[in-house]
């Protein structure tokens, strides 16, 4: 393996510039990651327009950080206060509160803040082995392979996320249709704008973004009202006994290797692999009934899972153009403003963004330890600012944004009516991740198998018989019919047993 | 018939709880210590826990005087806390303390302490942190 391009990348993390984007990065994460509420989506989605005006490689380096970052912020609050900051750090609650009850918080924190470092870490040099040779892989695939590749990644991650399957597909179907709107690339021919010129060009990634993850989170957690009012918490010594790094050591190595595996996958990410961790810890531990009483492995599982999953989720993303979850969605949509298309091309074109924002992710992570363990009152202290003054500000920023990008009034409705459209979905239970993964993919879908069409003369049999498509798209046949196959078989086997079946509504 | 004591963990709360517990020894009534958050953050610097409750309850028992600490949230209206809880317990008198404020901070903000001494319905006792 050529390792010139990876010191290269080096060189260009170590640029000042650069150096200061990862820092203001890490330090936006653990805030947001500490806020309740805010999440490490919403915060990058309203960050966006920023990245217009910074070069590539410091706002991808940015937004990454801000995405691992906040998987060491949310920790905080889950040990000392028993709130969650971020979904990826609910498991962390049960052991981390208990060992903060027995006065030991700050064990759970240091413990987290170590098996993070070790997740972020193992995980970055598995990207860096790996994706170049996925990427390498990837190079010979054509447009049919990526139409395929699209139509599997909408599947799962409609299929494999958290939440109703059902209500997934009808939000990703929503995300198709939106891709559509606009002037088609091909023959021109104007698709659902009635007669508008602002709709012809299509709807920008942006204003959907801000809308649907900034601010529709906003307004939704404006209804949430706080009936628990906490004392400030004390935190003693941060730095783990001997005896409890040896207890936890295992169980941030297999956290590591569940974090990188459940992170490449699409619809998996930081939460699915943190609550898998946890689960498996459990069940392998000796004494189970320990654990939700202040077992030093249920805080070191799931927060080394969550670090070692955000940053495996790169790995699709960077070699393949296919975003894995919400968050790299976004990143996704950062590439492209600055007109950078992520896919295998990636690497050899742009080793620098490629390799830059990988080895970033070293430097991050050593911040994120330097800071996580001494800082940790300094960020408590974000947790007084009422959401009444918070959110003003934030939807304020965000509008500001909008307006920038295009200095244009009609994008500020559109981040308005977004994010209308995002508060609802979340009250009627639909996630707006999948409807953004969809429009993205969703133009990369279309593209592409327009394009094999044309190269296949219009003959639709040429997506299966090319050997790669064909594959992939035996794989979107595996993955829409298994949960059904699984469903009869358990319905016959409970019928054999005489048991009546419980229809459970999807 | 009580003694409400608005306490925050300042000097001046300390002494308003000393005053408080010296009336409620004197008038032989309850005392009820408010540590009152407000609503909205996640954490209130000045709500205090268990752990200085307890300390606190300690200090009536030394007093010899039969205590409790409540912490009601407020939402925007502190006085209207106090007077629900006066309704409720049947409170004669209120303890707080005040604290000295610049020219400038009260033409900005208003005084917590002066609503409560002009809406309050009993008498309020106010009392200053030793110098």
């Known amino acids: 393996m050529d390792i010139s391009p990876i010191l290269n990348g080096f060189g260009v993390v170590m640029e000042p510039t650069n150096l200061l984007y990862c820092l203001i990065g890490v330090i936006i994460g653990m805030l947001i990651g500490v806020l309740p509420g805010l999440g490490p989506g919403a915060t990058i989605a309203i960050l966006l327009p920023i990245t217009y005006g910074i070069g590539p490689v410091s706002a991808i380096i940015m937004l990454a950080g801000i995405f691992y970052g906040a998987q060491y912020g949310g920790t905080i609050t889950s040990v000392l206060l028993r709130l969650p900051g971020e979904a990826s750090s609910v498991v962390t609650v049960f052991d981390g509160f208990a060992l903060a009850r027995q006065g030991k918080a700050g064990t759970a924190l240091g413990i987290a803040a170590i098996g993070s470092f070790v997740g972020g870490t193992v995980s970055i040099i598995g990207l860096t082995i790996l994706a170049p040779v996925v990427a390498g892989f990837a190079l010979d695939f054509g447009p049919p392979e990526y139409a395929a590749l699209g139509v599997l990644g909408v599947l799962l991650i409609s299929s494999v996320g958290n939440g109703n399957k059902l209500k997934a597909i009808i939000a990703a179907c929503v995300g198709l249709l939106i891709a559509t709107v ?150 996704f949509g950062a590439l492209l403003i600055q007109g950078i298309q992520p896919g295998p091309q990636l690497v050899t074109e742009h080793p620098d963004v490629f390799w830059g924002v990988i080895n970033s992710m070293y430097i991050g992570n050593i911040l994120l330890l330097i800071m996580s363990i001494p800082m940790v009152g300094v960020f408590v202290k974000i947790l007084r600012v009422r959401p009444a003054i918070l959110a003003p500000i934030t939807v304020l920023i965000t509008l500001l944004g909008a307006y920038t990008v295009n200095n244009n009034v009609y994008d500020i409705f559109l981040v308005i009516a977004f994010g209308l459209l995002g508060y609802l979905m979340k009250k009627f239970g639909f996630e707006p991740g999948p409807l953004v993964l969809a429009f993205v993919l969703g133009s990369m879908i279309e593209n592409s198998s327009r394009q094999a069409l044309l190269i296949f003369g219009g003959d639709p049999t040429g997506f299966l018989t090319r050997p790669i498509s064909g594959t992939v798209l035996a794989l979107v046949v595996l993955v829409a019919v298994l949960p059904l196959i699984r469903k009869a078989v358990r319905r016959k086997t409970a019928a054999a047993d005489g048991v009546p079946v419980e229809e459970k509504t999807p | 018939m009580t003694i409400l004591v608005g306490y925050l963990p300042t000097p001046e709360g300390e002494a308003a709880v000393d005053a408080g517990l010296r009336e409620g020894a004197l008038r032989s009534e309850r005392v009820i210590i408010v540590n009152s958050p407000r609503r909205g953050a996640p954490v209130d610097e000045h709500k205090i826990d268990d752990d200085a409750s307890t300390a606190l309850l300690a200090r009536a028992r030394a007093a010899g005087v039969d205590a409790e600490v409540r912490q009601p949230l407020h939402d925007d209206d502190l006085p209207e806390t106090f007077e629900e809880l006066v309704k409720e317990t049947g409170g004669t008198l209120i303890v707080i303390g005040l604290r000295h404020r610049s020219l400038v901070g009260k033409f900005i903000l208003g005084s917590e302490a002066q609503r ?16």
Do not use: C
């Open chain 2, 116 to 131: 409560i001494l002009m809406e309050a319905s009993v008498p309020v006792l106010t009392v200053k942190a030793p110098r």
């Open chain 1, 182 to 331: 606009g002037r088609d690339t091909f023959t021109g021919a104007e698709r659902f704008t009635f007669d508008s010129l602002n709709l012809a060009e299509g709807i920008d990634f942006i204003p959907i973004a801000m809308g649907l993850f900034g601010l529709s989170e906003i307004l939704y957690n404006l209804e949430e009202r706080h009936n628990q009012v906490h004392a400030p918490a004390k935190v003693g010594n941060v730095w783990p006994s001997r005896q409890d790094l040896g207890q936890a050591k295992g169980a941030i190595g297999r956290g590591s290797v569940i974090g990188f595996v459940l992170g490449v996958l699409p619809g998996g990410g930081a939460v699915l692999s943190s609550l898998a961790a946890y689960a498996f810890e459990k069940r392998r531990a000796k004494q189970p009934e320990r654990f939700g009483k202040g077992a030093v492995e249920g805080v070191a599982a799931p927060e080394t899972a969550n670090n070692a999953a955000a940053t495996s989720s790169f790995i699709p993303l960077l070699t393949l153009g296919i975003p894995a979850n919400a968050t790299m969605a976004l990143m």
